[in-house]
């Protein structure tokens, strides 16, 4: 290998490629090249380590008690900790002869003096995992998840009394060049746009001497000052608002305007947003997922995380169930029943489109037949936009999943009374249900019962909980990717980390009455209830949106929807973390496993 090699292999280590010219050039004059039998003990709890090793070739494992704890490959490297902290847990033994550069304990001591190396080395492991994702996204991240209201231009708020005139109020308003009028009564604060006085004033007819309360509304929709703007984007995009109060406390701080907030970003989310509401036929809507696909490649490529763009995405879907909703449904039916979502989309967890997984509630003792048709013409039109059939018929075409409340009650009966795999799959689903139009409260009552049903079932539960075993994780015992030779060498990273996790947290969630759906959500609850620690909690966050994220970018890259990754078309960070997740998996699968007592379920 040459110079120009050995240079190169060390910058690609992080934090190695820190390091400015000069100091690499000096540490590369210190680097020794070794070589290593296999079955030599490097170092070990009573065997002090002599340096820090990056391999060449061959394979070292290394064994905590008589357990593999990992196993380090190629271009890895191994092990600050023993040097800093002069002792070590594990074992380090030699797996295959082995051909390695060495750079003794004195010499990355002293690079420890780099602040940059040493801000890296003295993190703990999860926070060198998120460490790590940030330097896989970096050279392209934007201020998107970094920027706060704060951090932007705001309007000066126009604040006025009940009995201000409208006259007034719009000298006033002038006065500060405000985009709105607030009116302050008792602490609490009303809003009127131009929409209001077009309306009340120029059609309605409200004289402008008239009190400024008199065409107020009390629909503001806030933000704190120190929230992230990308929040006050998903308000917006929500809402279908131009523009949202930004407080601090009880105080209003200024007005943010939608222009100003994506001229900061400037990646026309908004854009699609507007498509949607203005879309009058299915005709107007048929490119809307080409749009929403391309804002997902912008996202991603700048860097920011996957919850956000799922988060994202699921309000943009919403907009379109409810646009597809209001086109099929008649008006006269639509506050008697709830559309809702389920599955990745009712989580909020999808981001490419994947099976449509919907359902219809009735309230108690609607005609299940006057809604077919409509029904019928919502699934049609869900299939031209894209949204592909469900294998499952999970989908508000079938009568299945189209019931009144009774119904439904009905149905969550049969589930709590059941072992049957295919009835614990349809709790499951529904578990992750979302109203995306028509009338929430119908849900609500559901979930309420659903929690009553299920309450002290503990049977039921590890029933439900064991199918998180169903899956092996597909790393061996030597922290080696098992790959699946008929397909392609590639494994399944849905069925190897996803789904563990996605549903023991769901199963947590309905033993402990958790109404969110969303599972980073959930995973927050059951850290604020006690039930996991925050730590874990953290580490299953991170490993969730890490394989999310893994799993997103193999389909953008491979423009199929799908859950097969071929590990070795991932750079070398993005393995580790994919290692670092998949052990976090299998530490979750042993969690569930004693919470729910799994090795007793038949």
């Known amino acids: 290998m040459s110079i120009l090699d050995q240079k190169r292999l060390i910058q690609s280590i992080h934090p190695f490629e820190l390091l400015s010219s000069y100091e690499l050039d000096n540490l590369m004059q210190k680097i020794d090249i070794a070589y290593y039998p296999k079955e030599t003990l490097l170092f070990s709890p009573t065997i002090a380590s002599i340096a820090f090793y990056i391999i060449i070739k061959g394979r070292v494992v290394e064994f905590v008690g008589d357990e593999v704890y990992n196993l380090y490959e190629s271009g890895d490297s191994f092990d600050a900790d023993a040097l800093i902290y002069s002792q070590c847990e594990g074992r380090f033994v030699v797996d295959e002869d082995l051909i390695c550069y060495e750079i003794k304990k004195e010499d990355f001591l002293d690079l420890m003096q780099n602040k940059k190396v040493q801000s890296y080395f003295l993190q703990d492991a999860l926070s060198r995992h998120e460490h790590l994702k940030a330097i896989d996204t970096q050279s392209e991240l934007t201020p998107f998840l970094l920027s706060k209201v704060s951090d932007i231009f705001l309007h000066e708020a126009c604040i006025v009394s009940p009995q201000t005139t409208i006259y007034e109020a719009l000298l006033e308003m002038k006065k500060r060049k405000s985009p709105v009028i607030l009116m302050a009564q008792e602490g609490e604060y009303s809003i009127a746009t131009d929409t209001d006085l077009r309306d009340k004033v120029l059609i309605g007819g409200i004289e402008i001497h008239a009190p400024i309360h008199l065409i107020a509304t009390n629909k503001i929709i806030s933000i704190e000052h120190n929230d992230f703007l990308f929040n006050a984007l ?8 131009k523009r949202v109060v930004v407080t601090h406390g009880d105080k209003v701080m200024g007005i943010l305007e939608q222009l100003d907030l994506l001229s900061y970003f400037a990646n026309h989310s908004h854009l ?26 912008t996202l991603n490529s700048k860097g920011v995380k996957i919850r956000y763009i799922n988060k994202l995405v699921s309000v943009l879907n919403a907009k379109v169930y409810k646009k597809l909703f209001g086109l099929s449904v008649p008006p006269k039916l639509q506050d008697r029943c709830a559309l809702v979502v389920m599955g990745s989309e009712g989580r909020g967890e999808q981001a490419l489109k994947t099976d449509q997984d919907n359902a219809l509630i009735l309230q108690e003792g609607e005609d299940v037949a006057h809604f077919e048709e409509a029904m019928m013409q919502l699934n049609s039109h869900l299939i031209e936009l894209g949204f592909p059939v469900c294998k499952g018929n999970v989908m508000v075409s079938n009568p299945f999943w189209r019931r009144d409340e009774k119904g439904y009650r009905g149905l969550i009966d049969s589930w709590v009374d059941s072992l049957d795999g295919v009835k614990l799959q349809e709790l499951s689903i529904f578990m992750d249900s979302k109203v995306v139009a028509g009338d929430e409260k119908l849900l609500t009552h559901l979930r309420h019962y659903l929690f009553e049903r299920f309450e002290s079932r503990d049977d039921i539960l590890a029933h439900i909980a064991k199918a998180i075993l169903s899956f092996e994780t597909p790393l061996s015992i030597f922290s080696s990717f098992v790959l699946q030779k008929e397909h392609d060498n590639k494994l399944d990273i849905k069925k190897g980390g996803i789904f563990a996790l996605v549903h023991g947290v769901r199963t947590l969630a309905l033993k402990h009455k958790i109404e969110a759906t969303n599972t980073f959500l959930r995973i927050k609850e059951l850290n604020n209830r006690g039930i996991i620690d925050k730590a874990f909690a953290k580490e299953l966050i991170e490993a969730l949106d890490t394989l999310l994220a893994i799993r997103l970018k193999a389909m953008l890259e491979s423009h199929e929807e799908g859950n097969a990754i071929n590990p070795n078309n991932l750079s070398k960070i993005q393995r580790d973390l994919l290692k670092d997740s998949f052990k976090t998996i299998n530490k979750f699968k042993k969690f569930m496993s004693y919470h729910f007592h799994l090795n007793m379920v038949s």
């Open 234 to 241: 998903l308000l917006m995009t929500h809402h279908e608002i």
């Open 272 to 297: 699609v947003g507007v498509k949607i509401d203005k879309a009058l036929t299915i005709e107007d809507l048929r490119y809307i997922q080409e749009d929403i696909k391309n804002l997902i490649v």
